[in-house]
């Protein structure tokens, strides 16, 4: 069983950055070449894409995040961090990460969150305006 950890959500102001960051962990044979995401949920909101990056580190991002947030991979590949410059007061929800197994890294798969098999228990992110 693959297990989802992420951590360093907070209270910033508008215009703040902060990085949040998500560990795999469990039988090797299942976190390697694990396709990772970050999802992310407001109150009243349904869950929402925000950004993938593949095993090879091939990224993908929402239009609503494009240019301010950054997913990197570590040397291990089994975390990812989410760097979120620029922060408005909409960017404010409880960030949830992500990851598949499938290894299915396109555009119509990966947006999905009934893709993703495992999921960490969420961060929350605060922005104030």
């Known amino acids: 069983q693959v297990r989802m950890v992420e951590s360093g959500g907070g209270l910033v102001q508008s215009g703040d950055s902060l990085r949040l960051s998500c560990a795999a962990s469990g039988p090797p044979e299942q976190v390697k070449d694990l396709i990772m995401a970050w999802f992310r949920q407001a109150p009243g909101k349904e869950r929402e894409f925000v950004g993938a990056i593949s095993w090879s580190g091939d990224t993908y991002y929402a239009g609503a995040v494009k240019g301010r947030f950054t997913i990197s991979r570590d040397g291990a590949k089994s975390a990812i961090d989410l760097q979120m410059n620029s922060l408005k007061p909409e960017d404010t929800a409880t960030y949830y990460c992500?990851?598949?197994?499938?290894?299915?890294?396109?555009?119509?798969?990966?947006?999905?969150?009934?893709?993703?098999?495992?999921w960490g228990q969420g961060t929350q992110v605060t922005v104030s305006s």
């Open positions: 992500a990851a598949d197994t499938s290894g299915r890294f396109f555009y119509g798969v990966i947006v999905r969150d009934d893709v993703y098999e495992y």
